[in-house]
């Protein structure tokens, strides 16, 4: 059990440059916390060359930070996340139960599961934040279950680019629930053969919200998505 106080990234807090990619494979990182950003692993604006990251079959596991309970991304390179699973992760006081996304041009998440994460504020699994740089975040072979806490979101997208493939949003009880997919920024956004199932909110939209505060290239394509119980 790591515990950091100041800087970023709790299990690490890595800073790596002329590194062509970074992978991390069958790792478990449990109950690691930290008081900024990323309570497992951060990655800042000092990796600024062209470095891939990749996380493959690894566990996370009861961690907390304030942004971002196990990952966090702020960098210009790819990321991608291969059949992960992210279990009771905590943004201490802000978004991102699992992961805060930022200044991050492309993400690919498949075959991950998020169960039981929460946020205190957006994002109860993941926080995509809205930036200068045109953010395209994939969810492949996914799953969402009881990611929950108060009356927020499971995943919260500022990115402008979104695809949701094979991907479920699901509550198995209807006591505990909130918003499913929460878009506040405009937005190119594809849901394909996708479920979500006991969403509920009190605000706009209960399985899918979408409501951009600016102007910019929208788009919505919704084929072969069941919404049930929402």
């Known amino acids: 059990q790591c515990n950091t106080q100041n800087g970023n ?3 690490i807090g890595l800073s790596a440059n002329n590194l062509e990619s970074i992978r991390f494979n069958n790792c478990d990182f449990q109950n690691v916390q930290n008081t900024n950003q990323g309570g ?3 990655f800042g604006v000092d990796n600024t060359n062209d470095m ?3 996380f493959d079959t690894c566990t996370f596991t009861g961690n907390q930070a304030n942004n971002g309970g196990s990952l966090y991304f702020n960098i210009p ?3 991608l996340i291969s059949q992960c699973t992210f279990m009771q992760q905590t943004s201490g006081i802000a978004n991102g139960g699992s992961i805060y996304i930022e200044n991050q041009p492309e993400i690919t ?3 991950s599961v998020f169960n039981q994460t929460k946020a205190t504020a957006n994002g109860n699994a993941i926080y995509i934040a809205q930036t200068t740089v045109n953010t395209s975040i994939i969810l492949q072979l996914c799953t969402f279950e009881n990611c929950q806490n108060s009356d927020n979101n499971v995943i ?3 990115a402008s680019q979104l695809l949701l493939n094979q991907t479920e949003i699901r509550f198995t009880t209807t006591e505990t629930t909130c918003c499913g997919l929460d878009i506040s920024a405009p937005c190119e956004l594809t849901i394909f053969n996708s479920q979500f199932t006991n969403c509920s909110s009190s605000k706009d939209g209960s399985a899918l919200n979408y409501k951009p505060a600016s102007t910019g290239t929208e788009r919505i394509v919704l084929n072969r998505t069941t919404f049930t119980n929402n």
């Open 156 to 158: 919260y997208s500022q």
């Open 9 to 11: 990234g709790g299990g």
């Open 40 to 42: 497992a692993v951060s």
């Open 52 to 54: 891939n990251v990749f």
């Open 77 to 79: 390179q790819s990321i």
């Open 109 to 111: 998440i498949v075959s």
